[in-house]
């Protein structure tokens, strides 16, 4: 037996698609060459390199733009290319130094886009359609200009694409597998890994995974309605879908804020928007602060306490020696008492010290005294010792709450109504104890059972611009506004006035450590990110959903310091145009065959009716998913929005070409023609695939930023008027 | 017999209460009253609500004096029954149609039953009925549609006959009052059209008939469901602007042509000197519909938005502030006789009269388009730079052609960097007082935006010649108000601090609307949905999930089913399938809107959403015989029935203060009549 076997020669038979070996290359050249030139910050790198730098220096931040994936893996080239995060990403055009890796940080981008020229070769075949029809999107693909730029530079749309595309192909590549093997189970996983990946780059992402899961559940009631299986083959069948297409995805989505929160641990930028527990749980900034303090609040204690609120921006209630005007500018009179603002800047008079309404002393005893749940308190204001008081006075910006203010006795029968109840909202026992930063309280005032409350409204200049704080009769359960934190905390030591001041203007310290949980950080995290708004306003390069069919508008990357060598982000409009043509094209068509159908003239056979539905199914839904919704969006919008949306077309087109070829041209067998019909879609096909490649070559100036073209030659580029083409005047 | 006269009698009960307006009555009896006055007005829906309200109104005896200045103020003896009485009628009417239309898509008269009960006594569809709004009018038009569409589909063997055209022409007139009443309207179109399509597609399936007779039946529908609307809607609108010729206080919405046809409007015909001369006072309006006034105030630009110069904007309403001088570009303020004409091609420099600056602009990137550059107001009394010079263009005229008031079109191309003044049509934020942006645009594209014409035009020192605009035609004008009541609907943005209502409150009555009064010793009024109603409601949209999809996996799996099963489960996917996507389509747009949402926008999707329930709860009783035996699954049936009859006669006996009016403290407080039923701490009784 083994004499036999060592008689065997040695073999390895591989086979090797040449063709697809030859796209791969030219896809790399196209994507990897020179990609350190331009040595300089181009268009949004500005805006993802703040976030790479952050990642560099482990500091928090929140993006709104989208989840965390695609800012870990710019990160994560620019770890390998030993970016250490010291630079300052400021303007467009801003030179690197040498120290910074400029061809690590575009390469996994630039990877991930030249990847996508293959997998739309794959694609195409796992549609069932021809090699050549493969080549024909891949090539369409490879000599799209603004797909090229977009992916030589450390920007997330390259990514985003090739996630799309994987997940597609290998959800196709296990469905057309035979049912028997195995392995197919390792495409559908990793199709499920791309759409985690897919929705965790950006947002729009989960669009696509919709469309790819409504691909997948019509699979799936085809199987079911497939009555050769068992029901128990069945139902198994349809948990590993579920299972790999809808739990590996969520689980890895938590997984990516698993690895960012785990990763970014020190105090930065957006803490303030974060709650305070949040907060502490961060290296320096809150933590550094409050570290050590005292975790009961009691008796005597001296506390700042901030709104749960933080919009428009967190703040911490503050009373200062100025009272309320007699008189306001409509001609309504309040207290002129004190006034109590919200401020949105630490300050010493944002001190605020817990006393008992029994006793005078403003110390804590030994042991404290803690305060709890029902608890009957009052509040001194630190550095002006006036108390929290609130009284049927109607509030200076919201007439219909009452006024709080800092009580003064003008003897005018105004009698103090300085009690206040505290209420823990977010208590898990009856009797608990009020707890630095922890605990979420809401002060209830004793003779009016109104409620503390940020009105959130600035107030006019005799107010400094502070925020109002009132008191609300009328409330809402579950409004943040009413919500306090204890903040800042230490036990007051000094019963005198002047020792007490010095005492609240020395900086705080102790220790104690404090956790909250994964999921508790995820879910703030996530809520913030989908509720922070920022200003959305004009951008001089931003544009309309409809702009972007026939591409009225470009944006400008980059222009050369001194120079008029600039990168462009302008498409290819001959691929453009045959894009939106075939979009059209396979409309009509699928509208004729339909109307057809139903009246029973079957065109094509079932089995080309299938391959037609599905291509219809992921290129124009592909489209439609990733193009509709910027419709109804309010955000300020680009060209670049528009690039997945448009390599479903390129999909689209060389397969509704080779179609009309195969099926259109020979069932009109009635003509006699029908063989140089198909020569000359032939013809035209390659024809237009010349011209493609020719106004590649004309736009290559503005995609690569070399050679420089002279202002006469920009000019002549400029096919459109509504183009925004730079010159420089020397 | 006995759903209507329960119907009526819970939305007339009374009704007169309170003798004072309530929330929107405000708008909507203000609207009425103007049509009885026939002064002209703008609003963001079409008028045919409002003209029925103002009908009504009329033949009730209402004479259109009251001025419905604000909520809370008393009617006093003012006719307003006859208004509210006439909202309320068409209220009473739905949980009829609910009844009929639930009748024909299941057959069972117990769901039919369940789906009027739900409606009848929920309070939230009461409130609404009640008051001067245009809710009710629209809703009577939805379920109108949709009764007239399904018995229509019941037609479908007997196509051409005299019922199948009357059913079929009922739906399109029931669609045109829809739409003329809000443009929510457009919702109950697509259902129906969406009917309309599967219909056609049922029919291009049937090979028993040719193709001619497939063309019939489509132009048949094209006709009914399509033009008749149309012509409808379009009639409402011929209406609208002929009742309507005097002027009021929505001219200046509209362009100086549209303005020219109402009484007592300046331009009505007016009478000011024909050609522009150097010197004159005048105002500028935009040519792009609904452009507004070239316009600028004592305001500077704030901090960070270009130079900190006086702001210049486009403002819909007239104002003194709108007023400019023409000036040439060296002043000479002391010359006598006849002024000279601008003509085509002069250089001009505008001043603006209240605050004496001139029409300014510059290289700075305007405000919101930052493409275009700034204008701004700037020098004083006359004297600035020379980016204060604006060359005048007539638009298709020629070197010394005068520039003509009202009818020339011209451009202000700016001298020093050839841009075009220009309104982009954005509304700039508070620091603007939320008016229109003004810029300079590089863009030298004609275009509305970049046009403007002169509107009044003061000159003492030339003659007045009684001036005749181009009356526009019909359509020119429809077009005109169409754009600038979805200008108008788009414009209403929720302002800071306050409350909004987001879509996903609604199916849970997460927080309704108070109609009148705040405080405990009001009369209140508050609009809140029978909480055990609309989540009876919520609950069954879940239940019919559920059944449709067994039902739907089972017949896929091929399971052999009985026949009353087959039955129950295509009432469930066609006439439940109908219902839901009548719920989804008056629904889920709200969450792609960017405009203010109420509470009262979900109505009409509740309306579908309760038909289901009827629809879904007789089924899942029906069905009872799956687990128990014959004798036990009949008296389940009857239980859950009158269950479900009771609960709700009881929820609405505890809540029917909400609709008839609460006094006395706050629910909150111990002593309230509706203590212990704020299940919600987000309602406010």
Known sequence: ?730 | MLVAGLSFSTRLYKLTEPPHVCWDETHFGKMGSYYINRTFFFDVHPPLGKMLIGLAGYMSGYNGTFPFIKPGDKYENQNYWGMRGFCAVLGSFLPIFAYLIVLELSNSCTAAIIAATLLIFDTGCITISQYILLDPILMFFIMAAVLSMVKFNQQRYRSFTASWWFWLVLTGINLAGALGVKFVGLFVIVLVGLNTIGDLWRLLGDMSLSLVDIAKHFLARAFALILLPLILYVTIFAVHFVVLNKSGPGDGFFSSAFQSRLIGNNLHNASMPEYLAFGSTVTIKNLRIAGGYLHSHWHLYPEGVGARQQQVTAYLHKDYNNLWVVHRQQDNNSQSGNPDLVRHGDIVRLEHKETTRNLHSHLHEAPLTKKHFQVTGYGINGTGDANDLWQMEVCGGRKGDPVKVLRSKVRFLHRATGCVLYSSGKTLPKWGWEQIEVTCSPYLKETPSSQWNIEDHINPKLPNISLSVLKPNFLEILLESHIVMFRGNSGLKPKDNEMNSKPWHWPINYQGLRFSGVNATEYRVYLLGNPVVWWINLASLGLYFTMVAVASIATQRGFSLGQQRIEHSLVLVRGGGLLMLGWLLHYAPFFTMGRILYFHHYFPAMLFSSMLTGLTLDILFRSADLLLHPPYSYWFQRTGQLLLLFSILYSFYLFHPLSYGMTGPLAHEPGSAMAGLKWMDSWEF
């Open chain 1, 1 to 730: 037996q083994l004499g036999e076997m060592l008689q065997l020669p040695l073999v390895v038979t591989a086979q090797v698609d040449l063709l697809l070996v030859l796209v791969s290359l030219l896809a790399f050249w196209t994507r990897l060459s020179h990609l350190s030139y331009p040595n300089a910050v181009v268009f949004d790198e500005v805006y993802y390199g703040q976030f790479v730098s952050l990642y560099m220096k482990r500091v928090f931040f929140i993006d709104d733009s989208g989840p965390p994936l695609g800012h870990m893996i710019l990160a994560f080239g620019a770890y390998l290319g030993g970016f250490d995060g010291n630079f300052v990403w400021n303007r467009i055009g801003a030179e690197y130094p040498t120290t910074v890796n400029v061809w690590s940080l575009r390469l996994l981008p630039a990877l991930c886009g030249a990847l996508c020229v293959p997998l739309v070769y794959l694609l195409t075949l796992e549609l069932k359609f021809s090699h050549l029809s493969a080549l024909g999107a891949a090539v369409l693909l490879l000599l799209e200009n603004s797909l090229i730029v977009q992916s030589r530079f450390m920007l997330l749309e390259s990514v985003l694409i090739f996630f799309v595309l994987l997940a597609f192909f290998s959800y196709l590549r296990f469905h057309n597998a035979p049912s028997s093997s195995w392995s197919r189970y390792i495409w559908l996983i990793l199709s499920g890994v791309s759409c985690g990946a897919v929705v965790g780059v950006k947002y729009m992402g989960l669009f696509s995974y919709l469309l790819l899961l409504v691909v997948a559940s019509l699979h799936t009631w085809k199987l079911i309605g497939d009555k050769t299986i068992s029901h128990r083959n069945v139902c198994v069948q349809c948990v590993h879908r579920v299972l790999c297409l809808v739990v590996v995805p969520v689980l890895l989505y938590v997984f990516w804020f698993y690895v960012h929160l785990s990763f970014l641990n020190r105090s930065g930028p957006h803490d303030q928007l974060m709650s305070s527990a949040f907060q502490a749980s961060l290296q320096g900034g809150l933590s550094r602060i409050t570290r050590g303090q005292p975790l009961e609040v009691a008796y005597g204690s001296q506390v700042t306490l901030r709104s749960s609120v933080s919009q428009p921006i967190p703040c911490w209630l503050h009373s200062h020696k100025v009272n309320y005007p007699i008189r306001y500018d409509n001609g309504r009179g309040s207290s002129h008492q004190q006034q109590v603002t919200c401020y949105p800047f630490k300050d010493v008079n944002n001190w605020w010290i817990i006393k008992d309404p029994g006793r005078q002393q403003l110390v804590v005893d030994t042991p404290p005294r803690p305060v709890r749940h029902g608890d009957v308190i009052q509040l001194v204001h630190g550095m002006t010792s006036r108390f929290l008081n609130s009284h049927d006075v109607a509030a200076p910006m919201s007439p219909h709450t009452q006024e709080v203010s800092g009580y003064i006795d003008f003897n005018v029968s105004m009698p103090a109504q300085n009690l206040w109840r505290v209420d823990i909202s977010n208590r898990e026992a009856e009797s608990e104890v009020w707890k630095t930063i922890l605990s979420e309280v809401r002060l209830v005032h004793v003779n009016t059972s109104a409620v503390l409350k940020l009105s959130g409204v600035p107030l006019p200049d005799w107010g400094f611009r502070q925020l109002e704080v009132v008191a609300d009769k009328l409330f809402k359960a579950h409004s943040s506004s009413l919500e306090w934190t204890v903040e800042e905390h230490r036990y007051g030591t000094s019963q005198e006035q002047k020792e007490r001041e010095a005492e609240l203007h020395s900086p705080t310290h102790i220790d104690v450590d404090r956790k909250i949980s994964f999921w508790a950080k995820f879910v703030e995290l996530q809520w913030k990110m989908l509720t922070v708004k920022q200003e959305e306003s004009e951008h001089k390069y931003s544009s309309s959903p409809l702009e972007w069919i026939t591409m009225e508008t470009n944006i400008a990357y980059w222009l050369h310091s001194s120079t008029n060598a600039q990168i462009h982000l302008i498409g290819n409009p001959v691929s453009w145009g045959v894009g939106n043509l075939s979009l059209l094209a396979y409309q009509l068509l699928a509208v004729v065959y339909l109307l057809r159908r139903r009246r029973g003239l079957k065109d094509v056979p079932d089995g080309v009716w299938d391959q037609f539905v599905c291509l219809g199914c992921v290129c124009v839904g592909g489209w439609l998913v990733n193009f509709v919704p910027f419709l109804l969006m309010d955000k300020t919008l680009f060209l670049y929005h528009y690039l997945p949306a448009l390599c479903y077309l390129y999909l689209l087109s060389p397969a509704l070409l080779e179609h009309a070829h195969t099926h259109l041209l020979r069932y009109a067998h009635q003509l006699q023609h029908s063989l140089t019909h198909q020569r000359a879609l032939c013809v035209g096909a390659l024809a237009v695939l010349l011209s493609i490649f020719l106004t590649y070559r004309t736009f290559c100036p503005l995609t690569y930023g070399s050679p420089e073209l002279s202002a006469h030659q920009l000019q002549g580029l400029k096919w459109r008027d509504t183009w925004d083409i730079l010159y420089r005047r020397r």
